[in-house]
């Protein structure tokens, strides 16, 4: 808020002589201020929270913030991770963004939160009312379960709807914006705003939208496709450099990059000649784009996954019973899941057969081709212009057929070395190295978890940051599946790595998994923590993850002389420092 100059209390002139002046003054800058007449209506307080892991709910969160307070609310942006510096039961509005991780599960930002929420002891929030948008993805059996969790809470709790809640999928945006112009057609309502809600629309972001984005991907040069496994592994892990130079983009180390792939030609052909449809005929897609099937089967549309909504389509469109008595059961989610559990359309059609009296009809059920996410494993400062990724080719067998991963395969098989790849950036606020570069580092990360603590010991390298780093890494074979062996031992004899902790999962008997190495350093890892060291994990979600996670709990509690809720407190205080960050998927 702007303050005017005035003549204080303590100048010689008399108190009438002093408010004559002060009002002159004001009176010379208001005719000389060319700025908006400052509103004296009081600003509707409106905060906005989310719960978000790989950044989609925090930036909309932020958007939406930024609109409303550029339209004249009062519209601070929380993490739920920051929860307790807002009080719900004075607020009277509340914007929650939320997505959903593992299964059905709070994003680790929002754990606490939720927690919190949950308990009996919760205070009643009947002052409160909130609208929640959920991030999702329809792949997922519980879709957008942790912002349905959130609606149904608040409610019982005793707060009110102001907006019903809007579940999104994984291209949000649109929806995301629709039910965010709900929101503020509402709030301008009841803030007596006269312009109409879309008049309102601020310009909010556009200005600064950079030129590459998940909706424009940069087409970048593939420099490099080397594979990292020895030729007896049964593993494909593949190292890709991409050149960057001319795009404008840059990146940190722990960040993310999308890609856009291509299906399989082959996988396409036998599904058009299992649908009897012409590949070589031409459709017209909903943003009007004109393209022969195939090319739109290929670059266009998601032909592997089946997801609930679709079997349920599939179910009416065939009058399948057996689709039908499959999905009776809403409560029974167990059935789906194994019967989905490797099927993919081509299956579909194969055991339950459509007749569609024309392709787009076929479109009209598939879901758009969307990109996928990788660990960025290069540092910026050791590969300017590059960005280097590390995938796993995605091959399998599945009810009698061969199976392959769409963008693992497109790069690995598809694109050759200097062909072209749409990629974009995405930052992971919550995946850093720490500020101070005295800071010891654990590193968590087995199998393609590898991935960006290669680029966190590039930097670390290149920065000459004297802190300690601590790598435990694990795939099957140490002969053939030590990813980045030589640069791992060439950064251990510079002393960039202090120490370097292997599991070979198959080279004996018993499996030796990372977590068994950490309890073995336990004594080590605990006194590393105590000095201030930030934990990493990268990898798999479903098991690895939540095994890391009990080996810390465990090891936080024999070696720290805590009881289980003090250790679990001792890691839930180190996820609030950002001590403990997590890149699992
Ligand atoms: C933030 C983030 C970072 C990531 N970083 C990396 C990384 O650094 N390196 C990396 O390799 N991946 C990474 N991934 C995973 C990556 O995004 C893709 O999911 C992965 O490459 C598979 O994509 P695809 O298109 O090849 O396979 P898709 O066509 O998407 O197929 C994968 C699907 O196939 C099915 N499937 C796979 N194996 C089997 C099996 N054995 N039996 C039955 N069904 C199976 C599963 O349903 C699986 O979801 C990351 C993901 C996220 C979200
Ligand atoms: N969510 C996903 O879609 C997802 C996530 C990660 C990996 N994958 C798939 O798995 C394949 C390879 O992936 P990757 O290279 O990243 O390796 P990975 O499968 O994660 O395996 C890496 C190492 O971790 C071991 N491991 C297995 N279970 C573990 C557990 N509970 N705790 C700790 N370690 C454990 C493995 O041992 P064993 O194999 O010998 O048991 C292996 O030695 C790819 O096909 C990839 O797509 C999928
Ligand atoms: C490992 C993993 C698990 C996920 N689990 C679910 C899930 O159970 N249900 C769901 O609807 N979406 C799930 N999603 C999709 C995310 O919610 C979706 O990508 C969302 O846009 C992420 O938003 P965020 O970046 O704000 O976290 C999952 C995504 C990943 C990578």
Redesign the pocket.
């Known amino acids: 808020m702007k303050t005017l100059p005035s003549i204080p209390t303590s100048s010689p002139f008399t108190e009438a002589q002093r408010l004559w002046l002060n009002g002159y003054i004001a009176g010379l800058i208001s005719e000389a201020d060319d700025s908006p007449p400052v509103s004296s209506k009081p600003k509707l307080r409106v905060p906005v929270m989310y719960a978000s892991q790989s950044g989609n709910s925090e930036a909309l969160a932020e958007s939406f913030a930024g609109q409303l307070s550029e339209a004249g609310f009062d519209a601070p942006c929380f993490s739920t991770e920051d929860y307790s510096e807002i009080d719900l039961t004075s607020e009277k509005r509340l914007i929650l963004v939320s997505s959903t991780w593992g299964e059905g599960d709070p994003p680790d930002n929002a754990i606490d939160f939720w927690n919190a929420l949950q308990s009996d002891e919760h205070p009643r929030l009947e002052n409160l009312s909130y609208g929640v948008l959920a991030l999702g993805d329809t792949n997922y059996l519980e879709f957008c379960a942790q912002g349905k969790a959130f609606d149904k809470r608040l409610e019982e709790l005793g707060a009110k709807r102001f907006i019903d809640r809007a579940d999104c999928d994984t291209d949000f945006e649109e929806a995301a914006e629709a039910w965010f112009e709900s929101v503020r057609g509402i709030l301008a309502k009841e803030q007596g705003d006269d312009a109409p809600a879309s008049a309102a629309k601020s310009s909010h972001a556009a200005p600064n939208e950079p030129k590459w984005s998940k909706k424009n991907p940069f087409p970048a040069r593939l420099l490099m496709n080397r594979r990292l496994n020895g030729e007896n592994s049964a593993?494909d892990?593949r190292h890709f450099e991409i050149e960057l130079t001319g795009s404008g983009l840059s990146y940190e180390v722990g960040d993310v990059l999308g890609l856009y792939g291509h299906n399989h030609p082959q996988a396409v052909d036998e599904l058009t000649a299992l649908l009897a449809f012409d590949g070589d005929s031409i459709v017209t897609l909903t943003d009007g784009e004109s393209m022969s099937l195939r090319t739109a089967l290929i670059e266009r549309f998601d032909i592997r996954t089946v997801n609930r909504p679709l079997l349920e389509a599939w179910a009416r469109i065939t009058e399948s019973e057996s689709l039908q008595q499959l999905l009776a059961d809403e409560n029974d989610a167990s059935a789906v899941e194994d019967y989905l559990w490797g099927r993919e359309i081509i299956d579909l059609v194969a055991e339950h057969r459509p007749r569609f009296a024309d392709p787009s009809d076929f479109l009209a059920l598939l879901r758009k081709l969307g990109p996928r996410l990788y660990s960025i494993s290069s540092s910026p400062k050791a590969h300017p212009g590059e960005v280097h990724l590390t995938i796993?080719r995605?091959g399998y067998e599945a009810h009698g057929r061969r199976r392959f991963?769409v963008c693992?395969t497109y790069l690995s098989d598809r694109v050759y070395p200097e062909g072209e790849v749409k990629v974009f950036l995405q930052e992971a606020k919550h995946f850093k190295l720490p500020g101070s570069l005295d800071t010891p580092v654990i590193m968590v990360g087995?199998?393609?978890?590898i991935a960006p603590f290669r680029a966190f010991l590039e930097e670390r390298k290149a920065t000459e940051a004297p802190g300690l780093n601590w790598l435990f890494f694990?795939?099957?074979h140490e002969a053939d599946d030590f990813l980045y062996r030589e640069q791992l031992e060439e950064l251990q004899s510079e002393g960039v790595l202090t120490r370097l902790d292997t599991?070979w999962?198959?080279d004996q008997e018993e499996?030796i998994?990372?977590?068994q190495r950490m309890i073995e350093a336990g004594a080590e890892l605990w006194k590393w923590l105590e000095e201030g060291a930030h934990f990493y994990v990268c990898?798999?979600?479903?098991?690895?993850a939540k095994?890391?996670d009990d080996a810390l709990h465990s090891i936080v509690a024999q070696h720290g002389g805590k009881t289980e809720t003090e250790a679990a407190s001792y890691l839930s205080t180190m996820k609030k420092e950002k001590r403990y960050q997590r890149d699992v998927?």
């Open positions: 593993r892990t796993a995605v991963g693992s087995p199998g393609t978890g694990g795939n099957p599991a999962s198959r499996k998994y990372v977590q990898g798999d979600a479903k098991r690895m095994d890391v998927y």
